[in-house]
């Protein structure tokens, strides 16, 4: 009986230390500050991170038309968000939406080390994954 309750105790602190173990210390914000340089199949962004690590103050973009979209591949657009109040990174994470004639959104995620970043760039008709890393 006493074999038993043990086998479940040492079962059960397995599990648990298991769960735990992705729960570690994330590295400090500052370790996302900098420039972030990301590439998906229509284009390519650079983001940039304040020193403090805890806002993106610029994106700057340039893409093709892909294929979904009305005109394809003929048209490169480019330019620069200055974000003037900066855009909070909460939690690893940040989006912006940007409106206009050709409406964008960035979606993002950083890695706990802070070393990697990932998410998703949709402009106009085209969308796709990207990833950076440092």
């Not at 590439?39 to 304040?50: A, C, H, I, N, Y």
């Not at 080390?113 to 990833?131: E, H, L, V």
């Amino acid at each position: 009986m006493n074999t038993r309750k043990s086998s479940r105790l040492l079962v059960g602190l397995a599990l648990i230390a298991l769960l735990l173990s992705g729960c570690g210390p994330s590295a400090p914000p500052e370790t996302r500050a900098g420039e972030w340089e990301a590439t998906t199949d229509f284009g390519e962004f650079t983001f940039t991170v304040d020193p403090n690590g805890t806002t993106i103050t610029s994106i700057e973009y340039s893409f093709q038309s892909c294929s979904d979209a009305i005109i394809s591949g003929s048209i490169t657009f480019s330019g620069t968000i200055d974000l003037q109040e900066g855009l909070p990174i909460e939690n690893g994470k940040f989006t912006l939406e940007v409106g206009g004639v050709t409406s964008m959104e960035f979606d993002g995620k950083f890695s706990r080390d802070g070393t990697r970043a990932s998410g998703s760039w949709t402009a106009g008709a085209c969308s796709g994954k990207w990833t950076s890393t440092r």
